[in-house]
């Protein structure tokens, strides 16, 4: 079955710092990449498409410049949180459909748990 | 806002009991929907589909039905066995841009 690496599983950084979260799709190409994030007890919310050779497109309410998102190739996207505050602790996780047809499951990474003090 | 919703935030089930979680959703645009399920510090798993020309989708102990007018659709897992307790989540989607989720419901079942 497909299978999408998300790496690091966790991280612990300092206020003011950055951190990037890669995706990487193993074993098919993933022209597009979706990251969510998730609240404790919460849905996954949407932040943004990755898409790539072109411009990611975020969802209403999520700050582009916060959030970085670079799909460098079909199997990379990353995701870098910029100046990171304690607010942005939460759990972030990527997804990317391995069919054509928008009738397509996601396959999800095993998430990244973020941590800032 | 939230176009999907999973009102029930748990459900325990005995083994070998049929469990039945239930998903509704507000968008009338959505035509893909899916079940995931989750473990603890992993990504959800897709677990069973369905698009909108179709009222139900069997895979196995799954089973999932869907009624669009009254837009909902339910998960029924029978029997249900203690490796099937984790956290479910329904999704809906309309194209590759809209893939909404519940909240979740964790289900337990008890041996």
């Known amino acids: 079955g497909a299978v999408v690496s998300q790496h690091p599983s966790w991280v612990i950084c300092k206020s003011g710092t950055s951190v990037k979260i890669e995706c990487r799709s193993l074993d098919f190409q993933a022209t597009t990449m979706f990251w969510y994030r998730q609240f404790p007890k919460q849905s996954l919310m949407l932040m943004a498409t990755s898409n790539e050779g072109s411009k990611a497109t975020y969802e209403q309410g999520v700050e582009k410049d916060k959030f970085l998102i670079n799909h460098a190739s079909l199997t990379l996207s990353t995701l870098t949180v910029t100046s990171a505050h304690p607010e942005d602790s939460s759990f972030y996780i990527c997804?990317?459909?391995?069919?054509?047809?928008?009738?397509?499951?996601?396959?999800f990474g095993n998430g990244t748990r973020l941590t800032v003090t | 806002d939230q176009q999907v919703k999973q009102n029930s935030p748990s459900l325990s089930v005995q083994e070998g009991r049929i469990s039945i979680l239930n998903c509704d959703y507000t968008?009338?645009?959505?035509?893909?929907f899916l079940w995931y399920k989750k473990y603890p510090a992993e990504g959800p798993t897709f677990l069973i589909s369905?698009?909108?020309?179709?009222d139900k989708n069997e895979d196995g102990r799954f089973t999932v039905f869907l009624n669009k007018s009254a837009k909902h659709l339910s998960l029924h897992i029978v029997p249900s066995q203690p490796g099937d307790s984790a956290v479910y989540f329904c999704a809906a989607s309309a194209n590759y841009n809209d893939m909404r989720f519940g909240a979740g419901t964790r289900l337990t079942v008890k041996p």
């Open positions: 369905i698009s909108s020309i179709k």
């Open positions: 968008n009338s645009m959505f035509d893909y």
């Open positions: 997804g990317a459909p391995t069919g054509s047809s928008y009738n397509s499951p996601l396959h």
